[in-house]
């Protein structure tokens, strides 16, 4: 009971900051008169093609983790871990990161892998992940740094944020803290059996993180990992060609849009509501600042790509929640006869 209040109250703080923020960006919008605009304009081949490569990079990345498991021992059904991956996108719409301890979860219990070990691979492909984002990062800083410095300047408190989370001590003062305490103290707490077991946890985690190391083809692994974040890109720009205002526009502007808006996505609020629209809104703005009625235009650039790809996100996560005991129940009944 204690423990779903405490979720109960993440999750309405969470989505709290979401709408909020989302009200925040289109508190001045005209919202009928947006609507109307979407139903004769947008083009919606293009938002579905853009879906499509957004179905292939989740495909991708269970084929990826599917490829860093295999060196535990375990095989798991890529049906199961497809299931998995689309469950782990729809939980994150509930509370931020939830997702990465659910598809762990379901893995763990229809594949029987350890729950520490696959958290190990999901950290694994996190910071891989991390890596692909620095790299696109550094793309759009050294091709479009006047632009990035342009949507800096108006938006100061975006770049004032920034400064304060990289210069801040806090956090390495706290791991600091944490790491000298635990070794001062290791000798007394090392017999007892909380610290057995969280011995024993952080070996198997370790052992998942290091699944990487075993990879039977990690070029295969590498191809996956680059293949799953130009999907990613790709989502981004072929919706330009749903919209006339942005059809104009290189990749390359396509980059910097992704780029700027993934940083909405990494924000802790569901599936980067309000954070993401903030960012494709104001790049867009630099990139087209003579387009009539600009904002407007790329206030409904935003709502209708994020609506689609949230919406795709809730279709196919809810059937996964609903198709995972049906697979897995009747290959239980198939193993029992």
Known sequence: MKKKLINLIK??????????????????????????????EVNFFWIILSLFCGLLSHFSRTLRWNMLIAPLGKNPRTINTFLAVMVAYFANLALPRMGEISRCGIISKYEGV????????????????????????MLALITQFNQ??????????????????FASP????????????????????KNTIIFKKIDNAIKNFSNGFKAIKNLENK?????????????????????????????????????????LSS????LPVQGGMGAWHFFV??????????????????????????????????VLGAISVILLPFFNEKKRKLQTV
């Not at 958290?119 to 890596?131: A, Q």
């Not at 990035?148 to 989370?165: Q, T, W």
């Not at 806090?170 to 707490?189: C, D, E, P, Q």
């Not at 940083?263 to 990494?266: K, P, R, S, T």
């Open 148 to 165: 990035i410095l342009l949507f800096l300047d108006e938006n100061p408190k975006v770049g004032e944020s920034a400064k304060k989370v």
């Open 281 to 314: 809104i104001g790049t867009l703005m630099v990139y087209l600042p003579n387009v009539p009625n600009i904002e407007t235009q790329a206030a409904s650039f935003a709502f209708v790509v994020h609506g689609a790809q949230t919406s795709m996100i809730i």
């Open 170 to 189: 806090i956090s390495l003062i706290v791991v600091l803290t944490i790491a000298a305490v635990f070794y001062l103290l290791r000798k007394k707490f």
């Open 11 to 40: 999750f309405a703080f969470f989505f709290g900051a979401g709408i909020g923020l989302f009200w925040y960006v289109y508190k001045d919008f005209d919202f009928i008169e947006m609507i109307s605009n979407i139903k004769n």
């Open 219 to 259: 070029w295969r692994f590498i191809l996956h990992t680059v293949f799953i974040w130009v999907m990613y890109y790709m989502m981004t720009y072929l919706c330009f060609f749903a919209f006339e205002f942005t059809s104009g526009l290189a990749p390359i502007a396509g980059l910097t849009v992704f780029v």
């Open 263 to 266: 940083i909405g996505m990494v």
């Open 114 to 137: 350890s729950f520490p070990k696959l958290v190990g691979t999901v950290v694994m492909e996190r910071v891989l992940d991390l890596v692909m984002l620095l790299i696109f990062m």
